[in-house]
């Protein structure tokens, strides 16, 4: 495609403002989705000396772990989390008495609290970084943004990129200081990594507050998602457990729903008969016990996802031992499995070892996108100042046009940011204009 084009011209433009818009942000996500993928690694190595226990006999029974934690700690267990490595330390989720939340990691052979961190734990605060779940709605809603303007980073890229008479289809060209050396090492890694921020952006989408609650909906309004709860419904999604990580437990197609009731608000069975109950509907190690936050609410035993069809949780009532629901991966829709694979995939471990690096090639990638744009910007600048691309004929834009608005259309956070360009874009011409006549 030549750059006196129309559409050529119209990518340029889009392109540029794009990544002014969104640069930060996306490297910000970059940064702390490739912290995130080594989740495992970077735990065992800040909690070294807590993340690792002698095997000695028996595990105590989890009432009695629990128990032994609070006497020691002074705090209230919310959630067990059992490690499917004998030699590894268990996790408890505490509620401090000055309203505080803090991980304890115990030892399960001899019942001993060996220390404790603040909040969630270090990976939960890289976690919430990333989602940028630390400034509330407004965070998330700036992830659903950036994700959209990242998908128009990529449709423009690979329309700038398409190869003219002479140009490498991959390749680099020229020395460091001349500016085709830098056009060209931006144009072949965003080639070649562009199938995967794609993949990035669209997977990241269903934690959204807007698009991600707009695709749950829809997904369960046509049977494609989470088995249904039986029994009455219950006040609001997973309010007995709210703030003690029970929706972070379990399968993203489940986080909504609400929890089944228990028949009895009095609690009678105790951990240990919850934990046995749900491993004899087959659920084994790892897994997280949530306990009730308050009467009638029931037990809830998770196993930690790995692979999307790990996904498989129990509610038991607390009162009776029944089993209220046992949801699992093969009973949820086609829209549900899919969306629990794009997850698991995205986090890097659906397919293990390649898959983490396949994910962090692409949170490389953006680095070097990064860092590699805003070059090939500066060394385009005449006469020490740096130049926007050229405007194009309105009209002769309403391909890309189209396209942007089916995408505004799928995401309407970044459709009103899309619309605000518009109007900023017009806004210029008219000011240009005046200019020129006056």
Not at 86 to 103: F, I, K, Q
Not at 285 to 290: E, N
Request: hydrophobic letters at 45%; aromatic letters at 8%; one cysteine or more.
């Amino acid at each position: 495609m030549q750059p006196s084009s129309p559409l050529y011209r119209a990518a340029w433009r889009w392109h540029l403002y794009a990544g002014l818009i969104v640069l930060p942000v996306l490297l910000w996500l970059a940064a702390t989705g490739a912290l995130y993928l080594y989740k495992p690694e970077i735990e065992r190595f800040v909690y070294r000396d807590w993340s690792k226990v002698a095997v000695s006999g028996e595990v105590q029974p989890v009432s009695r772990l629990i128990t032994a934690v609070e006497r020691q700690s002074g705090a209230t267990v919310k959630q067990v989390m059992r490690p499917a490595a004998p030699d590894e330390g268990w996790r408890m989720a505490l509620a401090m008495p000055d309203g505080g939340r803090r991980l304890a990691f115990v030892d399960p052979y001899r019942a001993i609290l060996l220390g404790s961190a603040s909040g969630g734990g270090i990976m939960a605060t890289v976690r919430d970084l990333h989602s940028l779940a630390i400034t509330g709605p407004v965070g998330n809603a700036l992830v659903e943004i950036v994700a959209g303007w990242a998908i128009v980073l990529v449709v423009t890229g690979l329309i700038l990129w398409w190869p003219r008479s002479g140009s490498p289809v991959v390749g680099v060209r020229g020395k460091p200081k001349g500016r085709l050396f830098w056009r060209d090492l931006h144009a072949s890694t965003g080639l070649v990594a562009a199938a995967i921020i794609l993949f990035l952006a669209a997977t990241g989408m269903p934690w959204t507050v807007f698009a991600g609650a707009k695709l749950n909906t829809w997904v369960a309004a046509n049977g494609l998602g989470r088995p249904e709860r039986p029994g009455p419904k219950a006040a609001s999604a997973h309010d007995e457990h709210e703030g003690h990580g029970a929706k972070e437990s379990l399968p993203w197609s489940m986080q909504s729903a609400s929890p089944p009731v228990a028949r009895e608000s009095v609690q009678r069975i105790t951990p240990d008969l919850a934990i046995a109950r749900a491993e004899w509907s087959g659920l084994s190690a790892p897994w997280t016990l949530t306990l009730p936050g308050k009467p009638g609410a029931p037990y809830l035993v998770s196993r930690a996802i790995v692979r999307a069809d790990d996904a498989h949780a129990v509610y038991i009532d607390a009162g009776t031992g029944q089993v209220l629901q046992d949801a699992r991966y093969a009973q949820f829709g086609g829209g549900a499995r899919a969306i629990e694979w794009g997850i698991a995939t995205h986090q890097g471990q659906q397919y293990g070892g390649p898959n983490r690096l396949l994910m962090l090639f692409g949170c490389v990638a953006i680095w070097a996108l990064g860092i590699t744009g805003p070059v090939l910007w500066w060394k385009r600048r005449r006469a020490g100042r740096l130049r926007e691309p050229p405007r194009t004929d309105p009209r002769r834009e309403r391909g890309l046009a189209a396209a942007m608005l089916l995408l505004a259309v799928a995401l309407p956070l970044t459709g009103l940011t899309m619309l605000a360009a518009l109007i900023g874009e017009a806004g210029s011409r008219i000011f240009t204009a005046r200019e020129r006549h006056s």
